[in-house]
C-alpha cells in the first residue's frame, strides 16, 4: 500500500488538527507543539499480537505393562495436535527389553497388588466404635490393579516420549526510547483499539527495503522500513521476542498480527511529546522522563 495514504505526524499537522501538547509549569501552561524541540526523530512503534505454539519433548525409561507399552507405542504414529490449546502428550518410542518379564511387585495375586487403603482388609473404620465400611478403593476386595504392570502381569523396559505443546501469547507494544510513563500511556492506548486501522497493518517478515547504489560495497540495501520510515529498534525488538517465543521447541503453528504506527517524538529536555498516527488522524502524548 502506498505510504502516501498515511498521514505522517509533524508537530505541524498536529497544530493544524488543533491537538496540543500541554506542559505545566511556575510560568503556566504552555503548547509545546508551538516550541521548537531539542531534537525530533520520526520513528514507528509495532503493537504486536500473536500466539506461538511449540513443541517440545522429554525422554524417561520406564517399566511399563505390556498392554500400555502397546497402546503407548501405537499412539508414537500419530501424535496429536490442538491448535493453540497446550497439551501433553505421551508416547513410546523404543523398546529397549524385546521379550517381557514378570512383573516382580505383584507375586501373590499376578496383575494385582495390596490395597493400601484399606491395607488389603477390605473394610474401612467408619471412626464410631467398631463400625466398618467397604473400602472404595478395592470395592472391598483388598485387592487393587497393579501399579507397575497396570494389571498386565509382564512388563517391559521402554523409552516414554513427553511432548509438552506450549502457546506463548503475546500483546505488546515496542516503542522507541521514551519515557516509561509515556510508554505506558501509548501501550494502554495503542492497545486499547479494538482495531487499529489496516492501514497501518503490516508483516513484520516484509518489511520494505531499498537498493543502494554500489553492489560491491556487501552492504547493498537500506535498513528495512515500513511506510517508508525506518524500522529500527523497535522492530528488532519486535523480532526477537517472536523468536525467542518460537525457539521454545518446534515452531508447530504461529498467528502473528502487527501495525506499525508512525511516532514522531519530540523532546524538550526531559520533557517528551509524542504524535501518533492512526493512519487518518493523530493523537499528541506528553511525559516527564526521569532525570
Ligand atoms: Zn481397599
Ligand atoms: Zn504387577
Known amino acids: 500500500m502506498p ?21 505545566r509549569g511556575w510560568l503556566g501552561t ?10 525530533e526523530e520520526l520513528a514507528l512503534a509495532f503493537v504486536v499480537r500473536g500466539l506461538i505454539q511449540t513443541r517440545s519433548f522429554a525422554d524417561r525409561e520406564e517399566e511399563l505393562g505390556t498392554g500400555l507399552v ?9 501424535v496429536p495436535y490442538r491448535r493453540f490449546q497446550p497439551a501433553s502428550w505421551q508416547c513410546v518410542v523404543a523398546i529397549l527389553e524385546p521379550s517381557p518379564r514378570v512383573c516382580d511387585a505383584c507375586p501373590f495375586k499376578p496383575g494385582q497388588q495390596g490395597c493400601t487403603g484399606c491395607g488389603g482388609t477390605g473394610k474401612i473404620p467408619t471412626g464410631s466404635g467398631n ?8 470395592t472391598g476386595s483388598g485387592f487393587v490393579k497393579c501399579e507397575r504392570c497396570d494389571g498386565d502381569r509382564r512388563i517391559q523396559r521402554v523409552t516414554v516420549r513427553t511432548y509438552e505443546d506450549h ?3 503475546l500483546e505488546h507494544v515496542f516503542v522507541p526510547l521514551v519515557p516509561p510513563a509515556l510508554h505506558d500511556r501509548l501501550s494502554a492506548r495503542l492497545l486499547g483499539f479494538d482495531e487499529l486501522p489496516t492501514l497501518l497493518a503490516v508483516d513484520l517478515d516484509r518489511p520494505t527495503t531499498v537498493p543502494l547504489g554500489s553492489y560491491r560495497t ?12 525506518e524500522a529500527a529498534a523497535p522492530f528488532v525488538e519486535a523480532k526477537a521476542t517472536l523468536a525467542r517465543l518460537s525457539s521454545n521447541g518446534t515452531l508447530m503453528e504461529r498467528a502473528v498480527q502487527a501495525h506499525a504506527v508512525p511516532l514522531l517524538t519530540a523532546w524538550y529536555g526531559q520533557t517528551c511529546v509524542a504524535i501518533a498516527s492512526y493512519g487518518e488522524s493523530l493523537e499528541a502524548f506528553v511525559a516527564e522522563g526521569e532525570d
Open 3 to 23: 505510504s502516501e495514504e498515511i498521514l505522517l505526524p509533524s508537530r505541524a499537522r498536529a497544530r493544524e488538527r488543533g491537538l496540543v501538547a500541554e506542559r
Open 30 to 39: 504552555t503548547d509545546l507543539l508551538t516550541k521548537e524541540p531539542d531534537r
Open 70 to 78: 502397546q497402546r503407548l507405542a501405537a499412539a508414537a504414529s500419530s
Open 131 to 138: 463400625d466398618v465400611t467397604t473400602c472404595r478403593g478395592c
Open 167 to 169: 502457546v506463548a501469547e
Open 218 to 229: 556487501g552492504n547493498s540495501v537500506s535498513p528495512p522500513r515500513f511506510h517508508g520510515i
